[in-house]
């Protein structure tokens, strides 16, 4: 049961080449953090990987400062002495701003090899450059933001024919970069969820990542991944 519920991450794994910083949000953090070290654990076993490969923030009620994250992250200039080696940086809004922004460049460029995990209860305290960096999973449908609820509910009932809303809303209303990328967010937590369509998943982090750093066009990426749901 905890891989499959972590799969995605395995899948890319399996696939090679670099993978973008996870983000996994649960209310309740406690779970989250005993099922997720256990697939860790399970990760390095299958992969003949000893511990040592594993560099780890644990929770505490202690904020997290630059000095601690740089010191993490200085392991991930260095080849991994197997396939990989992961990070897991658990509750991550007690990050100051500073220890946030000194993580930046490695979450946008964490190099092959580095499998990047991280957790918290929901997006709050959490820079949106680094949400703009990571793939973010939601193992609670209640902690999605009002505006990933709405683009979900759509998605749900367009993909499994219930109604073509989605299609109309898109083509009717005007919306900002921002919103197209929140639409890519939701598309992405509805196949993570349903395990559907998970060969999308490496082109929206893509298009997503090119909405907001190249100004590519945000409708046209989002009309072309409602002409693929329904295949």
Request: net charge negative; glycine share 4%.
């Amino acid at each position: 049961m905890q891989v499959n519920k972590f799969n995605v991450l395995q899948q890319q794994i399996e696939k090679g080449g670099e993978i973008s910083p996870f983000l996994f949000l649960s209310p309740n953090l406690e779970i989250l953090h005993s099922e997720l070290m256990s697939f860790v654990v399970w990760l390095l076993s299958e992969y003949n990987i000893d511990l040592q490969s594993l560099f780890h923030i644990s929770d505490s009620t202690e904020a997290i400062k630059i000095e601690e994250i740089k010191k993490i992250i200085t392991n991930g200039e260095i080849k991994p002495r197997f396939q990989f080696q992961v990070f897991l940086i658990e509750n991550i809004s007690r990050m100051t701003v500073q220890a946030q922004n000194s993580c930046l460049k490695f979450f946008e460029e964490p190099w092959e090899g580095n499998i990047i995990l991280l957790t918290n209860s929901s997006q709050s305290g959490i820079l949106e450059t680094i949400l703009s960096r990571v793939q973010t999973i939601s193992l609670n449908k209640g902690i999605l933001s009002s505006g990933s609820e709405f683009y979900y509910d759509m998605i749900q009932s367009y993909s499994q024919m219930q109604s073509d809303e989605l299609v109309r809303y898109m083509f009717s209303a005007k919306l900002e970069k921002l919103e197209y990328v929140e639409f890519l967010k939701s598309l992405i937590e509805y196949i993570s969820r349903n395990k559907v369509h998970i060969d999308l998943l490496d082109e929206l982090h893509e298009d997503i990542n090119g909405i907001l750093k190249n100004n590519l066009q945000g409708k046209y990426i989002a009309d072309k991944y409602i002409m693929k749901l329904k295949k």
